[in-house]
């Protein structure tokens, strides 16, 4: 099996992508990139059994009868949506509720942040994968599913916290954090690319987003339950492990 992640950004600067190969007991990072265009992104999905990108890849389904109503100059399907309870159900999908309540962790707004985007973008790259493949469904029972490497070191007792950005502090953060991942999962080569992962967040992220997409692979995430299935396949759904590192090597 190989897996891809992508830590995806809204131009090729900056965003990263990790393919990691599986075998009984062991795995291998045999691809590292930086700085990646759309046309790689989907190469490299054509390759991977299962890809897991850091990137909302939908919005929240309250967004489009707002805007719609608010194009239209009709009143009524904007008025639902008045005071901050209103607006936190345009700025957050299903996903993100379910995702801070079980990690407390509060992703990005993906139509209220600057992760609008890279949203933006990923859309593109899932026209791009549909016109080539076929089309993803966003709930990740496909071949392309959401991550959150945050959320997927939270879980697994990584302390995800002030390793991003280019500062000395930070740049220590990275690296025992690189550091831990390796004493706890032994059974992944990094096939030298350790000093590259240790400058780069970004990197990383997409080692994890690879990880992740892993544990989606084999059926060890948490999946949208009833009161969440409809809002997952057309807003998407963050996969959360439910398993711990040593689970995704079998």
Not at 20 to 45: C, K, N, P, T, Y
Not at 217 to 230: D, K, N, Y
Request: glycine letters at 10%.
């Amino acid at each position: 099996m190989k897996t891809l992640g992508v830590d995806l950004a809204a131009a090729a600067k900056k965003t990263a992508v990790a393919v990691i190969e599986w075998s009984r007991g062991s795995a291998r990072l045999v691809h590292l990139g930086l700085d990646v265009q759309d046309q790689e992104i989907v190469s490299l999905f054509g390759t991977s059994d299962m890809t897991g990108v850091d990137c909302p890849v939908g919005w929240p389904d309250a967004l489009i009868p707002f805007l719609a109503g608010h194009l239209a100059f009709d009143a009524g399907p904007v008025l639902e949506y008045d005071g901050i309870e209103g607006r936190r159900l345009l700025a957050y999908r299903d996903t993100d509720r379910y995702v801070t309540g079980r990690t407390g962790l509060i992703p990005l707004s993906v139509s209220a942040d600057r992760l609008a985007h890279p949203a933006m973008r990923c859309a593109v790259i899932q026209a791009k994968i549909a016109a080539l493949h076929e089309p993803q469904l966003r709930d990740g029972s496909g071949r392309l599913a959401e991550v959150y490497p945050a959320a997927s070191l939270k879980v697994w007792g990584l302390n995800a916290r002030g390793y991003k950005g280019r500062g000395g502090s930070e740049a220590e953060r990275l690296a025992a954090l690189l550091d831990t991942l390796s004493e706890q999962a032994p059974w992944l080569d990094l096939q030298g690319y350790g000093d590259q992962l240790a400058g780069s967040d970004d990197m990383f992220d997409a080692v994890i987003a690879s990880l992740t997409a892993r544990a989606v692979a084999l059926g060890l995430t948490e999946r949208p339950g009833e009161a969440h299935v409809e809002a997952a396949r057309t807003e998407g759904w963050i996969h959360l492990p439910s398993c711990g590192l040593d689970g995704l090597v079998t």
